[in-house]
């Protein structure tokens, strides 16, 4: 979670715990009034505290996107006709190794890109990539013939991306939509570095000797 939506979240939950116990104090002094408006102050401090958090904990796994960044390397190894293993390294993660059938490597990611109302928190576009897929040149392939799709993403407490295509209420804060994917042929072995920007996905293969 970031610094400041940390710092958030305990000075809300202060904020309305006081508030829940100056009601019950009011209660005390028999003054219903003064409970009830600092009772429901407080469970609104207390929501709204709750709401950041899960904000925070949706985001966790997205990695800051404010520039053209290296996402994963892709090391392929054909294994026969129209099969390859495509060994995936991303940062922080464990290696994982996939067997997809196709003429091509397709990856894609999840975009989260905050609005200028909450920038000031330091909330800012987030991606994590997504599925990883083989991909068929031919179409006729790519309708009919073995798909082999496989997901990137680990399992998450709270999903964000999911949680803002469903409630428009969020729209005001927050746009959710898919990166645009991509794809390259795979004829040799080769490692490939996918990288992400605020305006898409590139996949490329590395020079010999970098």
């Given at each position: 979670m970031a610094p400041l939506l940390t710092v958030l979240v305990v000075a809300l939950a202060a904020l309305g715990a006081g508030s829940i116990l100056a009601g019950v104090k009011a209660l005390r002094r028999a003054k219903p009034v003064g409970f009830g408006l600092r009772t429901l102050g407080g469970l609104l401090l207390l929501s709204l505290g709750g709401l950041v958090a899960t904000i925070g904990a949706g985001l966790h796994g997205y990695r800051a996107?404010?520039?053209?960044?290296?996402?994963?390397?892709?090391?392929?190894?054909?294994?026969?006709?129209?099969?390859?293993?495509?060994?995936?390294?991303?940062?922080?993660?464990?290696?994982?190794?996939?067997?997809?059938?196709?003429?091509?490597?397709?990856?894609?990611?999840?975009?989260?890109?905050?609005?200028?109302?909450?920038?000031?928190?330091?909330?800012?576009?987030?991606?994590?990539?997504?599925?990883?897929?083989?991909?068929?040149?031919?179409?006729?392939?790519?309708?009919?013939?073995?798909?082999?799709?496989y997901s990137l993403t680990g399992e998450r407490w709270v999903d964000l991306f999911d949680l803002r295509r469903r409630f428009a209420a969020l729209s005001p804060f927050l746009d959710a939509e898919y990166g645009s994917g991509t794809f390259v042929s795979v004829r040799q072995p080769a490692q490939l570095e996918v990288l992400v920007s605020t305006s898409g996905l590139l996949v490329r293969e590395v020079e010999a000797g970098r």
């Open positions: 996107l404010t520039r053209e960044v290296l996402a994963a390397r892709i090391d392929v190894r054909p294994l026969g006709e129209q099969r390859f293993q495509a060994t995936v390294h991303i940062p922080d993660r464990p290696d994982a190794t996939y067997e997809l059938a196709g003429d091509q490597i397709y990856v894609d990611a999840r975009i989260l890109k905050w609005k200028p109302l909450v920038n000031v928190l330091g909330l800012h576009t987030a991606y994590d990539l997504d599925r990883i897929a083989g991909r068929y040149g031919n179409i006729d392939q790519e309708i009919d013939a073995e798909r082999t799709v």
